[in-house]
């Protein structure tokens, strides 16, 4: 009799050991599914973009008239992002209008074309190419919050008044900027705006008689991979 329990109970075991035998790759496999999981979040993705929108800018000074303008951005943009953090850079062509107010001659009459313009007005298109770097943070499933610096320099000024001798001469060449902004990403849509200030004047002809410009832009982007 306690040779029969004594085989009942080996029988057992090794029904139990091999039963257990038998579920070690289901766990092996799914530990390893785990942890490919875990590394795919934890390895930053790449991807590239196009993205283009409207740039409404300010510019303070005494000697603009100092209304909101709306003219056209766009350009590309590349980043890596990874566990709800990120880096992006972008190159952007940016617009911005500026018109005169009624005190601009008083302090620039020397780069006038014609002293004849005394009371006239004029306004300038600026275009500049721009390189933000910003960093990125998920605040939401969708959404993210992007902050840093930009640089710009211009390319070129359009004096549609020929007011001025040298148009370009009134404006400095390069300058740098805070951004602050958001975006939400919806597939391979991206919808955002932010805030630009300079941390510079702009004016390249009196330090005293700062131009400071101020910008909001709202874009929509396309991720290409």
Known sequence: MRYSTFFLKTRVFIVVFFLMIMQLPCHAQALGAAKLLSKSKIIPKLYTGIKFGGNFSYLSGNNWDNGIKSNLVGGAFAGLKGLGFGVQFETLFEQS????GSDFYTLYHNYYNDISDSIKGGTFRVNKLCMPILLQFRMARLLWLQTGIQFYG???VRDYNSLVKDAKELFKTGNTAAVLGATIRIGNADIGARAIVDFQSLNNLNANDVWR?????AHFGIKLF
């Open 97 to 100: 209008d500026y018109t005169t």
């Open 154 to 156: 211009v390319v070129s």
């Open 213 to 217: 410009q101020y910008m909001i832009q």
